[in-house]
């Protein structure tokens, strides 16, 4: 049974650091892992998608990178900024369907002004 | 372009009482998922539905809850004598006709429902 885990649970930064979120799951044989965002009261926003066979996707400020092998993600976060701070969550697909999503708990990010 | 749009976004009902909660996919989409986020707990997968066919049911608990999505309509999720640990945050979130490994889906904002 695939288990996600992200460490730390929660984070309070500076504004303007570069941070790392990590994420790590249990069985390698996913398709791809997906990064979200969720705000306080809302819905879930894809940050990134990352399939098997790749290493690392970025948009903007965000990378995220994924070793299958060792079962590890992680999201990096450059410059970050007030508006960064919400509830990051890792999902892994392991059933070979895109809906079947096994997600992390998530970290709480605080970015202070 | 809405988005996956669910209603209501809060719910009180008392112990006993039934919850229905509302999903209508983004224009075009015609999968819906419904996914459970219960406090200290990550999302968890509850139910896939096409119109008017249940497709994976397997994160349905057994009793009390049960989930449609008509031809025409929303789709519903339906919790039965609602207990207090029914108390969560119910994410729909939909996907096109054809959804491949490589595509993410699209979620809602929630309803969150509180039993008292």
């Known amino acids: 049974k695939q288990e996600v885990t992200q460490i730390p649970a929660a984070l309070s930064v500076p504004e303007g650091e570069n941070l790392v979120l990590n994420c790590s799951f249990t069985?390698?044989?996913?398709?791809?892992l997906q990064w979200f965002r969720q705000d306080p009261g809302k819905g879930l926003t894809s940050l990134l998608l990352?399939?098997?066979?790749?290493r690392e996707q970025t948009s903007g400020r965000l990378n995220a990178s994924l070793d299958k092998s060792s079962g590890r993600s992680t999201l990096y976060i450059a410059a970050s900024q007030p508006g960064d701070s919400a509830t990051y969550l890792c999902a892994v697909n392991s059933g070979g369907s895109n809906y079947k999503l096994t997600f992390g708990k998530g970290t709480l990010l605080t970015v202070n002004p | 372009n809405a988005g996956v749009m669910q209603n209501p976004r809060h719910l009180v009902r008392r112990r006993g009482q039934e919850a229905r909660l509302r999903c209508s996919p983004m224009?075009?989409?015609?999968?819906v998922y419904w996914y459970r986020q219960l406090p200290e707990e990550g999302l968890k997968f509850m139910v896939y539905?096409?119109?008017?066919?249940?497709?994976?049911e397997s994160g349905m608990p057994k009793e009390r809850f049960s989930a449609e999505f008509p031809k025409e309509g929303p789709s519903i999720l339906r919790i039965q004598q609602v207990v207090r640990g029914d108390s969560a945050a119910y994410f729909c979130?939909?996907?096109?006709?054809?959804?491949?490994?490589?595509?993410?889906?699209?979620f809602g904002e929630g309803s969150w429902l509180t039993v008292v």
């Open positions: 539905l096409q119109k008017e066919n249940i497709i994976d």
């Open positions: 224009k075009g989409h015609s999968h």
């Open positions: 069985d390698s044989a996913i398709y791809n």
């Open positions: 979130a939909s996907s096109p006709p054809s959804p491949g490994v490589g595509n993410t889906i699209y």
């Open positions: 990352i399939q098997s066979s790749q």
